[in-house]
C-alpha cells in the first residue's frame, strides 16, 4: 500500500502569514489521485482538494494544492484563525485508500 | 447537500459485536457509492470498507475482512456496518462517508470501544 508521510507534524503560525504542507508519497499516485482534508477538533474531516490541485466545492482560493513527482503540497495564504485545525492528505489512487498521520496548523 | 447520521456505537467486550447505522438523507442515496473510515488516535484515519451503487460490489481493509461485513438498503437510504469478533485494536471513531475514490461528505462519527 501507499505510505504518505506527512510534514511539518504542527505549523505555529500568525494570521494573515502562509502556511505550506507537504505530503510525501511512498510511490507514484496514478492520475494525481490526492485528496486534502480539514478536520477541526470534535468534527468530521472535510474535504478540502481533490485531483492534487482541485478545490471542493464552497472551498475558498486561498487554499490551494500543487504536485511536484510523489511530492503533494497544500498552500493556504492569508491564514484566519478559523483555519487552526488538522489537516490530511488521502490517495486513491491504488487501493486500498491511504491517509497521512497529519499537520497541526495552529495559529498564533 | 448530504446529510449523514450514524448511530449504533458504544462499548462492547472483546469478541463482541455491534452493528453501526448510517442514515442518509439530502441527496441520492441510491446513486452514492459509499464507505466507512475510522480514526484513532494512535493509527489516524483508515479506511475500513466499501459498497457501490446497486452491483454489489463491496472492499475491505485486510484488517478486518472475515470480521466486518458492510451493507445499504436503498430502500431506507440506509448503510450499515455489522462488526463481529472485535478487538481492541477496532476501539475508534467509525465515520460513514460517500465515496470510493475521495470523501466528500462525512457523519459526525460513532465511538466504539472495545474493552473489557
Known amino acids: 500500500e501507499i505510505v504518505l508521510t506527512q510534514s511539518p507534524g504542527t505549523l505555529s503560525l500568525s494570521p494573515g502569514e502562509r502556511a505550506t504542507l507537504s505530503c510525501r508519497a511512498s510511490?507514484?499516485?496514478?492520475?494525481?489521485?490526492l485528496a486534502w482534508y480539514q478536520q477541526k477538533p470534535g468534527q468530521a474531516p472535510r474535504l478540502l482538494i481533490y485531483?492534487?490541485?482541485d478545490r471542493a466545492t464552497g472551498i475558498p482560493d486561498r487554499f490551494f494544492g500543487s504536485q511536484s513527482g510523489t511530492d503533494f503540497t497544500l498552500t493556504i495564504s492569508r491564514l484566519e484563525p478559523e483555519d487552526t485545525a488538522v489537516y490530511f492528505c488521502?490517495?486513491?489512487?491504488?487501493?486500498?485508500?491511504?491517509f497521512g498521520q497529519g499537520t497541526k496548523v495552529e495559529i498564533k | 447537500q448530504m446529510h449523514l447520521v450514524e448511530s449504533g456505537g458504544g462499548l462492547v467486550k472483546p469478541g463482541g459485536s455491534l452493528r453501526l447505522s448510517c442514515a442518509v438523507s439530502?441527496?441520492?442515496?441510491?446513486?452514492?457509492?459509499m464507505s466507512w473510515i475510522r480514526q484513532t488516535a494512535g493509527k489516524g484515519l483508515e479506511w475500513v470498507s466499501y459498497?457501490?451503487?446497486?452491483?454489489?460490489?463491496?472492499y475491505q481493509a485486510d484488517s478486518v475482512k472475515g470480521r466486518f461485513t458492510i451493507s445499504r438498503d436503498n430502500a431506507k437510504n440506509s448503510l450499515y456496518l455489522q462488526m463481529n469478533s472485535l478487538r481492541a485494536e477496532d476501539t475508534a471513531v467509525y465515520y460513514c462517508?460517500?465515496?470510493?475514490?475521495?470523501?466528500?461528505?462525512w457523519g459526525q462519527g460513532a465511538l466504539v470501544t472495545v474493552s473489557s
Open positions: 439530502g441527496l441520492t442515496f441510491r446513486d452514492s457509492h
Open positions: 459498497i457501490g451503487t446497486s452491483d454489489g460490489t463491496i
Open positions: 488521502q490517495q486513491y489512487g491504488t487501493s486500498p485508500r491511504t
Open positions: 510511490q507514484s499516485v496514478s492520475n494525481s489521485y
Open positions: 462517508a460517500r465515496g470510493s475514490h475521495f470523501f466528500d461528505y
Open positions: 485531483g492534487a490541485t
